[in-house]
Every structure is written in C-alpha cells, then in structure tokens.
C-alpha cells in the first residue's frame, strides 16, 4: 500500500486555468504538508495542516488554496495558473511531533505552457 | 530566517570511495535533523539526528550531528552506483508546528 499518494503524476496546462492537485496518507499521521520543489531541486514548503487545520502558510500566493477535509487528506487548489507555478509539488505527511521524518508523495510535476 | 547549506553541490566519485556531504544551518528553536535521498522522485528518509555527538548508522551510511557548531555530515563509505543520488539535508524547527526547511542537496554521482 502507499503511505502517501498524490494524483496526478503529471500535470501539463495552459495559463489561467485552474487545476487541482489531491494527496492521500494512510500512514495515520496527524500533520499534512504541500512542497514545492523548483526546476534546481530546492524544495521548499508551502503549506503545513495539523488534524485538518492550517498551520504553516509560508507566503505563498493567494492563487494557491489548500483544503484538508479530514486529516488523511490535503488538496491543493491553484488558480490563474502562471508560468512560474510550474514545479513539481510533494505532499507529505509526519506525526505531529515529526519525530519520524516526513514521508513524501512521488510528486506531481505541474507543467504550464 | 531559518537556512540551511549544504557542501559540495555536487560530486563525482568511483565505486568503492568514501565521500563525506556536509550540511550546516542557521535555525531558531532547533528540533532535529533530517537526511533524506531523492533518486529521480520522491525523498526518502535516511537518518534523523536530535543528539550531539551519537552516530546513526544503517549501512554503509552514517551521520553524526554536531549542535554546538550547527552541522551535520553524512558518511557513505565503499560507495556503489544504487548510491547515486541528490542527498537532502533538513532542519526541524518548532515553528509553531513541524516544519522542515531543506538544503539545496549534494548531487552524487558515483561512476562505476
């Protein structure tokens, strides 16, 4: 079973459209994160929800609109897409006193031509 | 702002050489360190480090964090090609909740 999945996997669309990432764990953890990680491998962390709360929104663009409707599950919603957004996202998920490490997602590659 | 360097950027190496990746870091309220191996997808997690001084091992691989100097290093010794990889390394923070800030890794590439 995968711990933590994300669909899709890829992710090619044009500018101005919206589009949705979803992320799923089965691993019980209570906190959910968004990653991005940019075309020279730096990730960076967007967004970080504790038991379906937001926690961390590290000033990321309003376009960008994560939903976690129960705490296995965080979505990340991105409007207006721009070139800039194109990246690969990793959703992770760690207990919430991240003892363990996070375990990441396989990513989703968002292309925006 | 919390940072976090890694050294060298990238390096070559031949099967069967020892290589030694650094990782410092500028943080405030320190949690752990974490080292993680990205192949061609996702991180996956190799050591966590809270203690000065205690070597994690699993392997060939080990690391060793050093608080009051605000490193770590990550040891691979008689290296092979599965080994080749972009090697992360992360910091911890208790910024209100789990937060990782990562280096920007060392790209390793061993040549048989």
């Known amino acids: 079973d995968t711990a933590v999945s994300q669909t899709p996997k890829y992710l090619v669309t044009q500018m101005g459209n919206d589009k949705s990432i979803k992320c799923e764990q089965n691993?019980?953890?209570?906190?959910m994160y968004w990653y991005k990680q940019d075309s020279k491998k730096f990730l960076k962390i967007m967004f970080s929800?504790?038991?379906?709360?937001?926690?961390i929104n590290e000033t990321v663009p309003n376009r960008f609109s994560p939903k976690s409707p129960d705490k296995a599950h965080l979505n990340l919603h991105i409007n207006s897409l721009e070139l800039g957004d194109s990246a690969v996202y990793f959703c992770a998920s760690s207990q919430v006193t991240g003892l363990g490490g996070a375990f990441f997602g396989q990513g989703t590659r968002l292309t925006v031509v | 702002e919390d940072k976090v360097v890694q050294s060298p950027l990238s390096l070559v190496v031949h099967e069967g050489d020892t290589v030694t990746l650094n990782c410092s870091y500028e943080v405030t309220n320190f949690r752990s360190l974490l080292w993680y191996k990205q192949e061609k997808k996702a991180p996956t997690f190799l050591f966590m480090l809270t203690s000065s001084g205690i070597e994690k091992k699993s392997g060939r691989l080990s690391s060793i964090l050093d608080k009051k100097e605000l490193f770590s290093i990550l040891n691979i010794t008689a290296t092979q090609t599965g080994d080749s990889a972009v090697y992360l390394c992360a910091v911890s923070s208790n910024f209100g909740n789990e937060k990782l800030t990562f280096g920007t890794g060392t790209r390793l590439t061993i040549i048989p």
């Open positions: 929800y504790n038991n379906k709360e937001l926690i």
């Open positions: 691993l019980g953890h209570d906190t």
